[in-house]
């Protein structure tokens, strides 16, 4: 398969994290909307990591996978604490960053 149609698919998954990420108001959401968007990152440096011959996109999609597994650990614990103190997880009603 050619590269571009491997970056047209990394490409339409970006793009629907977006939507995702700008229309949801649930956090869950929102945070398999970044996941998708992260693993479309992955495809794109997997796909120039095999095209170029190279081990450095792998490289960086080990990195970014790592990262990915930190951020929802910390973030699904701040979802969970917020619920917790307030009953919502709703980002339109929670004011908790406000002074």
Do not use: C
Not at 39 to 61: D, E, H, K, Y
Not at 62 to 78: D, H, K, M, P, Q
């Amino acid at each position: 398969m050619p590269i571009t149609d491997y970056l047209m698919v990394s490409g339409i998954l970006f793009v629907i994290g977006t939507v995702g990420v700008v229309v949801r108001r649930n956090p869950l959401l929102m945070f398999m909307s970044v996941e998708l968007m992260w693993n479309a990152v992955n495809l794109t440096f997997i796909t120039f990591a095999r095209a170029l011959q190279g081990l450095a996109g792998q490289v960086f999609v080990f990195l970014v996978v790592t990262v990915a597994a930190a951020e929802v650990a910390i973030g699904l614990a701040i979802i969970v604490m917020v619920f917790r103190n307030r009953k919502t997880v709703d980002v339109d009603e929670i004011h908790l960053m406000k002074g």
